[in-house]
């Protein structure tokens, strides 16, 4: 997928100002952050979970190269195949060659990030092979030729009028005066449409949620029934998971399982979750006839041992962008790649760099409410500020930024002069406002005026008040 | 190098501390070995009726439908009694499960009974569960010839058969059950845990049930 990013503030003011988009993005707020909080408030248990949940990954990641080779063990042993890929594009070769190898014509998709990540579907078409997505969402984008907006709700940022005039542009062989105004009508026809193409397919590819070391198995969460019907149904089933994805036990995807839907979308559970291990086998009637699963690194192994390792705990719920009051306004397509909102902008640098992606992790109020509602309690905000960081010391910022951060910190090095700006400053803001209590117009700051007054200052500079005995 | 040796040996060297990694190994070995359990929620440790009455009271929850019926020669009776309630032809599709088949079919003449995989033509098809979960609701299924998969994803009505006594608290003792039949560190192909009937919520946030898989869950509870 093509990157963006570099035109997020552009991509941010067309957000804001489209009608559509903002209706939808509506729908953010009122939906999931009030599910999550029942969803968590459903377990006494929930708080003390998140921490558990916490240690197990760190402990995972400290012995990653263990439990994967445990993983490897398990898959071959029952069966299928494990295919190691460095690079998004060593995986969509190990896709293809399976694809290829196979005949395959038809590939239906359960929903997967990674397969996103590695732009797989435009490289599948351009070796003559149709990827189908299965999940309504996801199946919807792909109509539209777009790109997810959110990591658990691919089409959050459309509304059903736009979504039935799709259906009527692309399943022509329909009654054109059929009734789509309702959502029900609309999944109604998918489910029909695309059932005939989870009979047709030859491969079935997903991602995974977990990998279990104890049992080799993969695992997939789902509510629709797509992904299962994709793994069931074809000749082989390929699951393409980052190796981050692994856990020891199956007692471990129980703590996990219990947080992951009440953060995603408030369930107990979601509808489906599926444990998968190794191809059919000798008397079963059904379920592929091949088993493959391609372990993707694509920049993560790097990530280990720097202050961005603790991101490699993340389970892919999408509460820390439903909370997020930058994402409730953009919607997950201004960030300009595959993962959106906090934790898209810890990721994405680290995954296509920081060069193109500085302003990520500048889209931050610092508010913290990703992190606090974090079911990985993933540090979010300290590794924004470590990018901010990291793009200082490589003078990634604009001119005007680094001069104005440069004065400042020029003058907090010198007490002295540092007081008297701070004065001077109080008394032009002050004459500024003429006793109207705000300013209306700053010099060199209207990008803030533009939109809202500045409150102008009352009494003395903080130091004075704070020297006078003034205390909170 | 290949990829996998490239992969594991950058892991390795972002880990190791010292070139004895035996420690490591040691913990790696023993955890997968005694596979502790986590927090377990208090909520599901109740038991006989207060057992069945958490796993109904979550299965309707989520909008599953369910059945109590005293005895398994109940069954083929309650599977014709929600056929009719739902207008549906007198016909199911089942597994080749012992227990499914010891069913007295004949006390429902009606009641057409097939047996096997779904090709995706069947309205309605019927499981066993290996287990019921109290704390959510869900039941637990395994592929194989007795409870075919596509069973339990292709028709439109899903009938789940539970025995009360395999009715659990929580998702551990799930496992203990599954490696005391399948053996330690094995696992059926496919092993389902369902919590309801498929929905979705991707329109507008609006939750619609019936997407891919069934479009209703029903269960029938025997005995407790
Ligand atoms: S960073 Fe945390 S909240 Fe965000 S998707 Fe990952 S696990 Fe969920």
Redesign the pocket.
């Known amino acids: 997928m093509k990157v963006t990013s570099p035109a997020f503030k552009e991509n941010a003011t067309a957000a804001i100002h489209d009608t559509q988009l903002q209706k939808a993005l509506g729908n953010v707020e009122t939906g999931f952050v009030a599910k999550r909080k029942k969803g968590a408030a459903s377990l006494p248990e929930f708080e003390a979970l998140r921490d558990s949940a916490r240690d197990l990954k760190i402990h995972v990641l400290k012995h990653l190269d263990l439990y994967l080779e445990a993983y490897e063990r398990k898959v071959i042993a029952s069966g299928g195949h494990v295919h190691w890929a460095e690079t998004a594009e060593d995986a969509r070769r190990i896709v293809t060659d399976i694809c290829r190898r196979l005949g395959a014509k038809t590939v239906t998709k359960g929903k997967s990030m990674i397969t996103e990540e590695i732009a797989l579907n435009d490289h599948l078409e351009a070796q003559g092979i149709r990827p189908v997505e299965t999940d309504l969402g996801e199946y919807i984008i792909q109509l539209r030729g777009e790109h997810p907006s959110h990591?658990i709700a691919p089409a959050v940022h459309l509304t059903k009028e736009q979504v039935a005039g799709d259906f009527r542009r692309v399943h022509e062989h329909l009654a054109v005066d059929r009734d789509l105004s309702e959502p029900v009508t609309l999944l109604s026809e998918a489910r029909a449409v695309l059932r005939e193409q989870f009979l047709a397919a030859d491969v079935g590819i997903t991602g995974a949620n977990f990998l279990v070391a104890e049992t080799g198995t993969s695992i997939i969460v789902t509510n629709e029934g797509n992904g299962d019907l994709t793994q069931t149904l074809p000749k082989a089933h390929v699951v393409l998971a980052s190796i981050e994805k692994i856990v020891p036990t199956l007692e471990d995807v129980d703590t996990l399982m219990r947080v992951l839907a009440r953060?995603a979308t408030g369930q107990e559970m979601s509808v489906y979750t599926t444990f998968s291990t190794g191809p059919r086998r000798a008397d079963d009637p059904d379920g592929p006839g091949e088993y493959h699963v391609v372990l993707l690194d694509n920049g993560r192994s790097a990530m280990l041992g720097t202050e961005f390792e603790d991101m490699l705990r993340?389970?892919?719920?999408?509460?820390?962008?439903n909370h997020c009051p930058v994402y409730q306004q953009i919607g997950g397509h201004a960030y300009g790649w595959v993962y959106p909102g906090?934790?898209g902008a810890v990721l994405t640098p680290t995954l296509v760099g920081i060069e193109q992606t500085g302003h990520l992790p500048n889209a931050s109020t610092f508010c913290g409410r990703?992190e606090s509602?974090?079911?990985?309690r993933?540090p979010?905000p300290r590794m924004m500020r470590a990018w901010r960081a990291r793009e200082w010391e490589k003078a990634l910022n604009p001119g005007t930024q680094r001069f104005g951060l440069g004065l400042w910190a020029f003058l907090a090095r010198r007490p002295g002069l540092y007081r008297l700006a701070a004065r001077i400053g109080r008394w032009g803001l002050a004459t500024l406002s003429g006793g109207r209590g705000r300013v209306a117009r700053l010099p060199l700051g209207d990008g803030w005026t533009k939109h809202r007054d500045m409150p102008a200052p009352e009494g003395g500079t903080f130091m004075d008040r704070w020297k006078a005995g003034e205390r909170p | 190098m290949n990829a996998r040796d490239s992969i594991l040996s950058k892991i390795r060297r972002s880990r190791l501390s010292s070139p004895d990694d035996s420690a490591r190994r040691a913990t790696v070995t023993e955890r997968l070995r005694s596979h502790p359990a986590g927090i377990v929620p208090a909520r599901g440790a109740v038991e006989g009726e207060a057992r069945i009455a958490l796993f109904v009271e979550k299965a309707e929850a989520v909008f599953a439908s369910v059945a109590r019926v005293a005895s398994s020669a109940e069954v083929p009776g309650a599977v014709a009694a929600y056929l009719r309630s739902k207008n549906l032809p007198q016909a199911i599709r089942r597994g080749e499960d012992p227990r499914l088949a010891a069913l007295p079919f004949d006390t429902e003449p009606q009641l057409a009974v097939s047996v096997g995989p779904s090709d995706g033509h069947d309205l309605a098809g019927l499981s066993q569960a290996l287990a019921g979960v109290a704390e959510t609701g869900t039941v637990v299924l395994t592929s194989g010839r007795d409870n075919p998969t596509t069973l339990n994803f292709l028709p439109e009505h899903h009938l789940v058969v539970v025995s009360a006594e395999d009715l659990v608290g929580d998702y551990e003792t799930v496992w203990a059950k599954v490696r005391s039949i399948w053996g330690a560190g094995s696992m059926p192909r496919a092993l389902n845990m369902i919590t309801g009937p498929s929905r979705s919520g991707d329109i507008e946030q609006t939750m619609l049930l019936g997407a891919h898989g069934p479009r209703s869950l029903h269960l029938i509870v025997v005995g407790g």
């Open positions: 990591i953060s993340c389970i892919r719920c999408g509460a820390c962008m906090p934790m990703c509602v974090c079911p990985m993933i979010l």
